[in-house]
């Protein structure tokens, strides 16, 4: 069975810029990772718990919750700057999006 995938206001407004080439990859992708959440590599130290699926020459970084079979996703960006970009959200957040 499939995983519902959530996706957090960061990531909607992140999506907006990218190319319509991106957008149809990461789409993919997520319905890659609803099928299987175990896809991509587990992140360490300040990301335990997080997984991060590679894409292009970008970053889908996600946590799946098996009891509930949702995937939370916390950021899609470019390899560069993603895990810099998803610390500065997770610092100035109001809130822990990924724990809803």
Same mark, same amino acid.
């Given at each position: 069975? =499939?995983?519902?995938? *959530?996706? +957090?206001?960061? %990531? &909607? &407004? %992140?999506?907006?810029?990218? @190319?319509?080439?991106?957008?149809?990859?990461?789409?993919? =992708?997520? @319905?890659?990772?609803?099928?299987?959440?175990?896809?991509?590599?587990?992140?360490?130290? #300040?990301?335990?718990?997080? !997984?991060?699926?590679?894409?292009? !020459?970008?970053? /889908? /970084?996600?946590?799946? #919750? =098996? *009891?509930?079979?949702?995937? +939370?996703?916390?950021?899609?960006?470019?390899?560069? #700057?993603?895990?810099?970009?998803?610390? &500065?959200?997770?610092?100035? @957040?109001?809130? #822990?999006?990924?724990? @809803?």
């Amino acid at each position: 069975m =499939a995983y519902q995938v *959530k996706i +957090t206001s960061f %990531v &909607n &407004n %992140v999506g907006k810029t990218f @190319s319509p080439e991106v957008k149809k990859a990461a789409k993919e =992708a997520l @319905s890659e990772i609803s099928q299987n959440p175990n896809l991509g590599k587990e992140l360490q130290a #300040d990301l335990k718990g997080f !997984r991060s699926y590679r894409f292009m !020459r970008y970053r /889908i /970084i996600f946590k799946a #919750d =098996a *009891k509930k079979k949702i995937i +939370t996703v916390l950021a899609i960006g470019h390899r560069r #700057d993603i895990y810099e970009n998803l610390g &500065n959200h997770l610092l100035t @957040s109001p809130r #822990d999006e990924s724990k @809803s």
